[in-house]
Antibody
Framework: VQLVESGGGLVQPGRSLRLSCAASGFTFDDYAMHWVRQAPGKGLEWVSG????????DYADSVKGRFTISRDNAKNSLYLQMNSLRAEDTAFYYCAKVGADYGDYGAFDHWGQGTLVTVSS | EIVLTQSPGTLSLSPGERATLSCRATQSVPGNYLAWYQQKPGQAPNLLIY???NRATGIPDRFSGSGSGTDFTLTISRLEPEDFAVYYCQQHGRSVRTFGQGTKVEMK
């Protein structure tokens, strides 16, 4: 299993950024996927999750209305469209795969290495 | 939203000692779907325990999880040097997931 995030970088407040997560080594469209972030030196914060068929999508209150999660099962890819970015969105963003047990409610058994998003003028 | 509170914030122990970490939820965790992760500096988190007491693949048996409802515990029976890290609990019983704030296990 390999998860590789990309798309991070420095962006000004109010602008947009799109993160991608390329998945390999497993049957991507069998599993729900999630985004988790971590501000430098801080704890983990769950951001968003999407079921295997995109029928169930959830967001943390802190990003609801600004971020959009999506997936393309044909391309084995997960995305996070981030709009109206704020300084407090500065963090490492990880994509994570749920485990095989408990369906969409599995724990996160594999993680990418993360991509850093810095929101600053 | 289920809020998870971990205690203590920091645990100072020596190799060979037993570590007991607590995670308390503001409401009952559905299915006791409570996971524990270990994170070392510069690395992504690593799943240790899921559904309160199930060890993930490749996790040594010195790591064990217990608890139900709102109170959960991660126990490391004998600390090895590589176990000094930050540990997070997470509830995976709701589609809106939440993490605890973390417990740092540091070497005394």
């Amino acid at each position: 299993v390999q998860l590789v995030e990309s798309g991070g970088g420095l962006v000004q407040p109010g602008r947009s950024l799109r993160l991608s997560c390329a998945a390999s080594g497993f049957t991507f469209d069998d599993y729900a996927m999630h985004w988790v972030r971590q501000a430098p030196g801080k704890g983990l914060e769950w951001v968003s999750g999407i079921s295997w068929h995109s029928g169930t999508i959830d967001y943390a209150d802190s990003v609801k209305g600004r971020f959009t999660i999506s997936r393309d099962n044909a391309k084995n890819s997960l995305y996070l469209q981030m709009n109206s970015l704020r300084a407090e969105d500065t963090a490492f963003y990880y994509c994570a795969k749920v485990g095989a047990d408990y369906g969409d409610y599995g724990a996160f058994d594999h993680w990418g290495q993360g991509t850093l998003v810095t929101v600053s003028s | 939203e289920i809020v998870l509170t971990q205690s203590p914030g920091t645990l100072s122990l020596s190799p060979g000692e037993r570590a007991t970490l607590s995670c308390r939820a503001t409401q009952s965790v559905p299915g006791n779907y409570l996971a524990w992760y270990q994170q070392k500096p510069g690395q992504a988190p690593n799943l240790l325990i899921y559904a309160a007491s199930n060890r993930a693949t490749g996790i040594p048996d010195r790591f064990s999880g217990s608890g139900s409802g709102t109170d959960f515990t991660l126990t490391i029976s004998r600390l090895e040097p590589e176990d000094f890290a930050v540990y997070y609990c997470q509830q995976h019983g709701r589609s809106v997931r939440t993490f605890g704030q973390g417990t740092k296990v540091e070497m005394k």
